[in-house]
């Protein structure tokens, strides 16, 4: 190849790397959203059977991750441990929801919460060894440190008071009950905002979607029943019709677990 041949091929390559400084795609991890309309968080609470046999494998299917809070005492946590492993192996994230799930009895409409697992009757120490050995138990599933909380009820406090800050560094983040968009400068890390689900048809949670794109916002979704095991339910049909429109809009919207959420809200929000 003689001397003009060669600089008529090098050409491009130098034209390209003076105008973007790289031949490489650009990097947009910094950007907020990872440059896209809005942030999707998909989080499901109580370790349900349904979990394991439904969501995970749609999850899947469609290449999303989702955010499992595990409460360590219940039948779908401690019967199906390998399979927890399993979804902690594939990249989702299992969250804190304590060892045994206790909910504040003094509060209206919860009569069918049981004496010895009444909130307002612990002590600040006791939900602390509580949330603190689930860690362990959760570790021993997918050996990671650092991982997200979900209060049981979105109950905050024992009988001696709020607990909050009292484990602000056991955990990246921590999940609450209050249904609304989360904007990014005003996200209360220790309490973020999410939409309990129960009944809503696919076209329903969409809207919510769409929502967060136009504000964009991180959205974060509560579920506990998928096509059933749950009072507090929604369809296989509706929550497949989510995933079908996260699936088709990963170029505009960014699904992702709480603990990657929370990672990058702090980033953006110092």
């Given at each position: 190849m003689n001397t003009c041949m060669k600089y008529l091929f090098v050409l491009p390559f130098m034209l390209t790397f003076l105008v973007h400084g790289q031949t490489?795609?650009?990097?947009?991890?910094?950007?907020?959203?990872?440059?896209?309309?809005?942030?999707?968080?998909?989080?499901?609470?109580?370790?349900?059977?349904?979990?394991?046999?439904?969501?995970?494998?749609?999850?899947?299917?469609?290449?999303?991750?989702?955010?499992?809070?595990?409460?360590?005492?219940?039948?779908?946590?401690?019967?199906?441990?390998?399979?927890?492993?399993?979804?902690?192996?594939?990249?989702?994230?299992?969250?804190?929801?304590?060892?045994?799930?206790?909910?504040?009895?003094?509060?209206?409409?919860?009569?069918?919460?049981?004496?010895?697992?009444?909130?307002?009757?612990?002590?600040?120490?006791q939900i602390l060894k509580e949330i603190r050995m689930t860690n362990v138990f959760l570790e021993s599933l997918d050996g990671q440190k650092e991982r997200t909380f979900a209060y049981t009820c979105g109950d905050t406090a024992t009988g001696e008071g709020s607990f909050v800050a009292a484990i602000q560094d056991d955990f990246v983040a921590s999940r609450g009950v209050r249904g609304a968009m989360n904007r990014i400068g005003n996200i209360n890390l220790s309490n973020v905002d999410s939409y309990g689900i129960n009944g809503q048809t696919g076209e329903e949670l969409i809207a919510l979607v769409k929502e967060a794109q136009e504000k964009q916002a991180l959205i974060t979704f509560l579920f506990h029943g998928v096509g059933g095991e749950h009072s507090l339910n929604v369809s296989l049909e509706a929550h497949r019709e989510l995933l079908d429109y996260l699936e088709a809009n990963k170029d505009l919207i960014w699904t992702t677990t709480m603990l990657e959420a929370a990672r990058h809200v702090k980033e953006h929000q110092q």
């Open positions: 490489s795609p650009p990097d947009h991890s910094t950007e907020l959203w990872q440059g896209k309309q809005a942030a999707v968080v998909l989080t499901y609470d109580d370790a349900l059977n349904v979990h394991l046999d439904h969501v995970v494998p749609d999850l899947e299917a469609r290449g999303l991750k989702g955010t499992f809070y595990l409460s360590a005492f219940f039948p779908g946590s401690k019967n199906r441990i390998q399979d927890w492993k399993k979804a902690g192996a594939l990249g989702h994230e299992l969250g804190n929801h304590t060892l045994y799930h206790p909910c504040d009895a003094s509060l209206p409409g919860r009569e069918w919460v049981s004496p010895d697992n009444d909130l307002h009757q612990y002590t600040t120490d």
